[in-house]
């Protein structure tokens, strides 16, 4: 990540809220609970540019000298994630629009639509200012593009935005007979003449055109991106030497991440598990798993966390003690060479003032604090983590065309995909088995275990390099609802998982006839044979052609037909999967995945609530829950006091 020797601790520093007497108390508390790295200038742009063109830069000139002179490295913000009144009153049509074409008016934040060229020009007014004053600053090691774009406002619907996706169509279709081809537009009389006919899609009065709203949402993640890609464009113009980060946002449906990642320097994420949810702990393992995923296995920084509660739930619990530092060396573990906070200080007014910080509004002398504190020590002796990777020897895809695709209407059935894809994901972090996620057409060369869930849009040579895996003497698995459409969304005919003759059907020895949807989510149907157990919402009719049928649905419209089949071939092995297993049969078919994979699981038998991780010299344990837990990792029985996690040094 940035080049440094310890692992960074710190937080969002938002000093233009204080007056100028605090800045000096905050350095001398940061330095007191090891903070070694603060985020400067997130939302200062008002501050930093009170009226257009008039600058006024001495308060941060000021804040940096404090901050450098107390040893406190700087991740400096460009300052554009929150344009000032002033732009909303010159340029209203930079303000974004909703379906429904209400304007979103300015007095909270991020209220710019991605295509505004009046947003994108003062914008990058102030990051070259920016990049100019600040490039060779010494207290500067970082810069920190925008804020996690697209956060509020992914999709706009103005006219801006309009002509920038007719210009986007333009250069992905050249004519629009092929834009005609893609979206299917002999369907309800929908065919172009023109791509000055083609707008975005509004609201209308039935369902819209699918590949048309993929296309756009693919057009709005890159709306933003490109807005990323120009900031960092000026930034290393003015100081090539500082590495350039964004701040993600986990498993976020608005932006396509496998593309983002491909422009930062290091991935960061920010991480707001609700703490009286007993299962966060798969989500965010997933997403630590993610964001080192995306930065193809590099550490990446932890940008923001809560000490304890969010303000933006309709109930806000706080962290009970020793929660903060166990979802914090879970980011470690899983490959985060920084823990940073939002906020260094908590907020005494706007929106945020009931947000968890650091420094809470009682003071240093709180159990917040002190935790903070501890935590910075604990941290700070932990040198020997930095860069060090995780290994993983299971990969699972994971692929936003097939999410935007799968959760638009008129489907077989709704369904959260990122939901379903962690039920796949939580069987292996129940046996404490690292997984990486994977690109969707990336090579899985690297990996014993292939697991493709939800695998909904893909093309051939995505299909291709799955089914290369059992023929190289690795594991695959593909779920139900895989293999469905390609990329223009038209159904591959012949039979699903790519059509007849696609090397996946060949790999699998399957195709897909039909699906049968079960009538709720919950709706429960039994499988049997080989392996017998539970599974929920789904049903389909497979075709087996050259497979072993592990199981078959014991009841409904599919009863007596192949439910999970296998197939040998040579060392590897291909299972396809057509229903969504419960708990207790994902447990069981991930042990015999593993087993065909030749992979030694750390916990003997499933766990719930605790987790083991191994990242360079240690292994990681850690207790999510709270009560007491005793644990067997790799034989080694392990003692866990509630949100409690040990770091146990491995043998050389
Ligand atoms: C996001 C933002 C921060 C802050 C937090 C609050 O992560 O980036 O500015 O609003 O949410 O949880």
Redesign the pocket.
């Known amino acids: 990540m940035f080049d440094s020797p310890s692992i960074r601790f710190g937080g969002?520093y938002n000093p233009e809220q204080w007056p100028e007497h605090v800045w000096d108390d905050d350095v001398r508390l940061m330095r007191g609970a090891h903070v070694t790295s603060a985020t400067v200038g997130?939302f200062s742009w008002a501050r930093l540019e009170p009226s257009p063109g008039e600058y006024d830069f001495a308060w941060l000139d000021e804040v940096l000298t404090r901050l450098h002179a107390g040893g406190i490295r700087v991740i400096l913000a460009t300052a554009t994630a929150s344009p000032p009144a002033w732009l909303a009153r010159l340029h209203p049509e930079s303000l974004p629009v909703t379906q429904d074409g209400t304007p979103l008016g300015f007095g909270s934040r991020q209220q710019y639509s991605p295509s505004s060229s009046a947003y994108r020009t003062y914008a990058m007014r102030l990051v070259r200012e920016m990049a100019a004053r600040y490039g060779a600053h010494p207290a500067v090691e970082a810069w920190h593009v925008g804020?996690?774009y697209g956060?509020h406002v992914t999709h706009s619907y103005d006219a801006e935005s309009a002509e920038a996706f007719r210009a986007w169509l333009t250069e992905k279709y050249g004519t629009i007979g092929a834009l005609n081809d893609a979206w299917g537009t002999a369907f309800w009389s929908q065919s172009y003449g023109d791509f000055g006919e083609v707008g975005v899609p509004a609201a209308a009065p039935a369902h819209l055109n699918p590949t048309q709203l993929l296309d756009f949402d693919r057009f709005s993640s890159d709306a933003l991106l490109s807005l990323h890609r120009e900031e960092s464009t000026i930034l290393r113009e003015y100081s090539p030497h500082l590495p350039i980060t964004t701040?993600f946002m986990s498993f976020f449906k608005g932006a396509d991440y496998w593309q983002w990642a491909q422009h930062v320097d290091a991935v960061s994420d920010?991480s707001?598990p609700d703490p009286s949810d007993s299962s966060a702990i798969v989500r965010l393992s997933a997403s630590r798993d993610l964001m080192r995923s995306l930065g193809g296995g590099k550490p990446w920084l932890l940008m923001?966390q809560?000490t304890s509660a969010?303000n933006?739930r309709d109930r806000n619990a706080p962290k009970p003690v020793g929660l903060n530092r166990v979802q914090s060396l879970n980011a470690v573990a899983r490959g985060a060479d920084g823990i940073c906070y939002?906020q260094w200080r908590q907020s005494q007014a706007g929106a945020?003032k009931f947000?968890s910080a650091m420094l809470p509004h009682t003071g240093e002398h709180t159990r917040i604090h002190r935790e903070v504190q501890a935590l910075g020590a604990e941290l700070a002796g932990l040198d020997d983590i930095v860069g060090t990777r995780v290994p993983a020897r299971v990969a699972i895809m994971f692929d936003w065309d097939s999410w935007w695709s799968l959760e638009q209407q008129a489907v077989p059935a709704q369904r959260d995909y990122v939901e379903t894809v962690l039920t796949w994901y939580a069987g292996f972090l129940r046996r404490g088995v690292s997984v990486d996620f994977l690109r969707a057409g990336a090579s899985a060369g690297g990996y014993d275990l292939v697991v493709a869930p939800l695998l909904h849009v893909a093309s051939a040579q995505a299909l291709d390099e799955l089914a290369a895996v059992p023929s190289r003497g690795g594991t695959l698995v593909v779920s139900y609802q895989s293999g469905v459409l390609d990329p223009q969304l038209h159904a591959y005919l012949g039979g699903y998982l790519g059509g007849p003759g696609s090397a996946l059907q060949g790999a699998l020895g399957v195709a897909v006839e039909e699906f049968a949807p079960l009538p709720n989510a919950d709706t429960r149907t039994a499988v049997e044979g080989e392996i017998a157990g539970e599974a929920v919402e789904w049903q389909e009719v497979i075709a087996v052609s050259d497979a072993t049928v592990v199981a078959s649905f014991a009841d409904g419209f599919a009863a007596g037909l192949p439910a999970i089949t296998r197939r040998a071939d040579g060392d590897g092995a291909s299972w396809y999967v057509g229903t969504q297993p419960d708990e207790e049969l994902m447990d069981a078919l991930v042990g015999r995945w593993l087993a065909d994979a030749r992979i030694t699981a750390a916990f003997p038998q499933p766990e719930h609530g605790v987790e083991t991780v191994e990242r360079g010299p240690f292994a990681f344990v850690a207790n999510h829950t709270s009560q007491p837990r005793s644990v067997s990792v790799h034989g080694e029985q392990c003692e866990l006091a509630p949100f409690d996690a040990v770091l146990l040094r491995r043998q050389a």
Do not use: P, Q
């Open positions: 969002d997130v804020n996690e956060c701040n920010d707001y923001e809560a969010v933006w939002f945020e947000h």
